[in-house]
Each structure stands twice: as C-alpha cells, then as structure tokens.
C-alpha cells in the first residue's frame, strides 16, 4: 500500500503504538485525544505512557505524526480514521460505551463536510452489536450518509499485549475484519497485506465477541491453573509439574503461555472484558457458573497469598512487594494484582513496602484512588535495598532479580509468580515459599 494519511482516535495504549506503528509503515498520521495534557506532551516529543521500545520508534517516525484534539482536523485531513478509545467497566460490571458514542458522535458531525469516501475502524473491545445498534446508526445520522456509500465501516479488534505492543502489532496471531462493506474490507486488506498470519473477513457481531472470547479464555487459563496448582500442593504434589504435562496435549487449542500456576491476573484486559462477557449473559439471563465465577477465583487467589504470608511472617513485619504493575516490561499498574495483595497485609496488619522500577505512587493512585494509602517513600530507590529486607513477596511483574542463594540468606522468599521455578537447587537452600508447588 503506498502512503496513506490516517487519523487515529485515544492515544492510549492501544492507539499510540498503532500510530507509531502505522507511521512505520510509511503513512501520515493524525493522532487524536481529548486529552489536552497528552497533546501537549505528545506535541513536545515527550509520550504519556511507557512501553517498550516505544519511544525509540517515536523518534525514529516523528515526522510522519502529528496531534491535535480537533476531530473536524483531523477526519478533514485524512481519509481513514482508527478509534481507540476506551471501554473501561463501570461498577456494576457492565462495559461503558460513553466515549464509545462520544467518538461516533464527533466523527459523523466532522463526516458532513468530508465528499470523498471515508473509512471508520473501530479497535476498542465493544460487546458484540455496537456497531450495528450504535455506532453505525450514529454515523449516518449526524453525517447524514448511509453505511457502504458515504462511509465504510469495519470492527478490527486489536491482540496487542502491553510490554510487546509494538512487536504484536507487526507480528498479529490473527487479522480479524469484521465489516459487511467489501470496498472496506479490501481496503484494511491491503493495509495489512505485509503482516503474517491469517486475515480473516467476517460479520460484525461475530468480529465484535472474538475479543471477548480470546480475553476470556485467557482470563480463564490463568485461574484454571492456578486452581489445579494449589489444589495439587494440598496433596503433596507439585503443581507446576502436574500441568507441565497437562499442557502436552496442544491438540484441542491450549497454549501453554497462560497454563502455569502462578499469582493472579490483572491488567486494563482480561479483568474488564470478563466482567463485561458476564454483564453481557447476565442481560440474557444465559446462566454461566464457570465465567461468572473467574474473577471471585482470582481474588481468592490473591487471599491464598494473603494466608501464605500470614502462616509464616508475624503480624507487624514489613514485607516488600517485588514487582507492582501487572505484568513485566510496564508501567501500568490496572486491576493489578500486587495492590490487591498490598490491601490485604496492611488489612492484616503488616507493614508493606514495594519495588518496580516503572512504577511511582502516582501511577497507583491514578487507578485506585483512595483504596490504599501509598506515597513515594513507600518505594525503595534500589533493588538491592528491596532486596536487603527479611520477607520478600515477588509477584513476577519484575523478573530481574539474582539467582544467588547469598542474595536470600536469612530471608522469607515468597515466590507467587515462579521467578525462581527453574532454580530447584537454589530453592531448597533458601527459605521459599510458594502457592502452587
């Protein structure tokens, strides 16, 4: 495809590694945010997130980007929008699509102007429907064209995982295009002609529930194993073992990346698109035990290593979380497990302190709010002062720690995530402790 401008709307996570990336591939991108503050910094050179390998790659393209909070300038200047923004969960669980509708408002308005074709990709997860019932219908009547003639329209979820966004973005699992408009779905084609793997045309409402199904799924491996590992362990048995050889059988679409006893998920995903799949069967009275009891089960587990903490450290003690945001290689600390934990001991009285190196107060405010009392001086400066306190939690969302048993000598090792798994030497000279083997 030859160089295309687009706009893409959030620049968040998911829509600033798609721009970066886009502009990669040699096309002028308008990025769009109501945020003035990202603006601004993303006009000054500076990015409002961290992601790996990501402000290399901005700096390499800056001179294909450009940013603006103007939907009118930024559908005028290009001739393909990508909206990105978020679908966050609201307190009863079900999936918020006001920013969903704020969107497809403000791109009909700019679309009355706009004589040429244009095409609108939504990327944020939306519960299957939304594009049909709302999106579409809000297009066509504020622009006042019809879907497949003066607009085209498309739902292409995104599989992007935070900390290998950019990679993931170049190397998909799958293209999913869910649109009945062949010129659109022509048109994405041959953008994403040059990615491997399978690119798949197929209804909207069908594109629309293959997010929640991959998340969910996801979600679900996650807990299934940690189930079977601590289930395992209560009989003597090791648990990381028992599903290394469960996980042979690759046959009926089991991936052993998620299928290893461990701590708890969290993340701006899996938890959200589990809670907005039950709101979405709950709404049809479709009975589902299993689904509805994912996120019940991984706060379980997060008490689980409450009480492991609590047979083996007296009350009163500091313990320091290794590791805050929930996964490695970022800074994003959504539905993290970490600060559930940290909720938890200072509820049974200890004293907890953290290490990340991504992660400031800041950061866990933003999300949490008055959930829990966290300041910066409640972070060590070091890895090696985290490292010198007596018990130690790791929680696996920051995984380069040393492998030497002088390191832990004297030292309480809780090791939720199976950072020192592979060192079965090193663990039984140390005092280790773990959930599921």
Not at 117 to 135: A, D, E, M, W
Not at 163 to 182: E, L, M, R, W
Not at 219 to 233: Q, T
Not at 266 to 292: N, Q, T, Y
Request: aromatic share 12%.
């Amino acid at each position: 495809m030859n160089s295309r401008r687009f706009a893409i709307i959030g620049m968040g996570y998911v829509g600033l590694v798609g721009a970066v990336c886009l502009a990669k591939m040699g096309h002028r991108i308008v990025g769009l945010d109501i945020d003035e503050r990202k603006i601004s910094l993303l006009k000054e050179g500076k990015l409002p997130i961290y992601e790996e390998g990501l402000e290399e790659l901005f700096n390499e393209v800056k001179e294909n980007l450009e940013f603006t909070t103007d939907f009118n300038e930024a559908i005028s200047k290009t001739e393909a929008c990508f909206v990105c923004v978020g679908t966050p969960s609201r307190r009863d669980g079900k999936v918020d699509l006001s920013f969903v509708r704020s969107a497809s408002e403000s791109i009909g308005e700019a679309l009355k102007n706009k004589s040429d074709y244009y095409y609108v990709v939504f990327r944020s997860t939306i519960p299957p429907g939304t594009s049909q019932h709302l999106i579409i219908p809000t297009i066509e009547k504020l622009a006042g064209k019809r879907f497949g003639e003066g607009f085209g329209y498309a739902f292409n979820p995104e599989f992007l995982r935070e900390g290998t966004a950019i990679y993931d973005f170049f190397n998909p699992p799958k293209t999913v295009i869910g649109t009945t408009d062949k010129r659109t779905a022509d048109f994405l084609l041959e953008l994403y002609s040059e990615l491997p793997e399978e690119k798949i045309v197929i209804p909207f409402v069908e594109s629309e529930m293959v997010k929640y199904v991959d998340n969910t799924w996801h979600a679900l491996k996650v807990d299934f194993a940690n189930e079977i590992g601590y289930a395992a362990k209560q009989f003597g048995a090791d648990g990381r073992l028992v599903m290394e050889v469960f996980c042979k059988d690759r046959k009926l679409n089991i991936s052993p990346v998620y299928l290893k006893p461990g701590f708890a998920f969290g993340g701006s995903c899996l938890p959200k698109d589990v809670k907005g799949l039950v709101s979405l069967l709950r709404d049809r009275d479709i009975k589902s035990p299993v689904v509805e009891n994912i996120m019940p089960s991984n706060f379980i587990h997060i008490r689980k290593a409450r009480h492991l903490i609590e047979n083996v450290v007296p009350k009163g003690e500091l313990v320091v979380i290794i590791g805050v945001a929930f996964k490695p290689g970022t800074d994003d600390v959504r539905e993290t497990p970490a600060v559930y934990l940290a909720r938890e001991l200072l509820d049974a009285g200890y004293t907890v302190k953290y290490y990340d190196p991504l992660v400031r107060a800041s950061h866990v405010k933003a999300f949490f709010g008055d959930f829990i009392e966290i300041t910066d001086e409640d972070f060590f400066s070091s890895l090696n002062e985290a490292l010198s306190q007596r018990n130690l939690v790791f929680t696996g969302s920051f995984k380069d720690v040393p492998r030497r048993e002088e390191a832990y000598v004297g030292k309480k090792i809780f090791d939720l995530y199976g950072i020192f798994y592979e060192d079965k030497e090193l663990r039984k000279k140390i005092d280790y402790y773990a959930l599921c083997w």
